[in-house]
């Protein structure tokens, strides 16, 4: 354990004793996360080059919490995406569209649960055309929930 997180310490150097064991608490845990996700992908049969390293696990975990509560991600160049994300691209872009959150929150499956409002809007799941009073707390978007188009289960997963 402590080889393991002296490979990527924490280089602060506070001014209270405290701050010091708080960051080395940090550490300890997302190295115990990062073996227990070694083992699951080892449990899940994932190849040993196909898993992260301890660097770019603590990486994902950083831009993940930098990306926390953010709703746009403004990137330059041509984009990459698959159609599903393309798709809400081009709802984003109506007038009046509220943002759609980044996909690590939007599928992490925590927080996200349907209130009714007194207003309508559009839903946010492509190729939806639907007008419902349903809002997901965490998203702030608006999502169908009924039995046959459950628009916001899918957009959850």
């Not at 190295?31 to 699951?40: E, F, G, I, P, T």
Request: proline share 6%; with cysteine; charged share 30%.
């Amino acid at each position: 354990m402590d080889s393991l997180t002296a490979l990527y310490r924490i280089n602060i150097r506070p001014k209270k004793w405290y701050h010091c064991i708080f960051f080395h608490f940090l550490d300890v845990a997302v190295v115990n996360s990062w073996l227990l996700y070694r083992k699951d992908c080892d449990l899940s049969k994932i190849r040993q080059k196909d898993q992260l390293s301890l660097l770019q696990f603590k990486a994902e975990i950083a831009a993940c919490l930098c990306h926390q509560g953010k709703t746009e991600i403004r990137k330059r160049g041509r984009p990459s995406l698959s159609q599903v994300q393309l798709d809400i691209e081009v709802k984003k872009k109506r007038p009046n569209a509220a943002p759609v959150p980044v996909q690590e929150i939007r599928r992490d499956e925590t927080g996200h649960c349907p209130t009714f409002t007194e207003k309508r809007g559009c839903c946010k799941k492509p190729n939806c055309v639907g007008i419902p009073k349903v809002m997901c707390t965490k998203c702030k978007v608006r999502l169908c929930f009924t039995p046959s188009p459950n628009c916001f289960m899918e957009f959850h997963k």
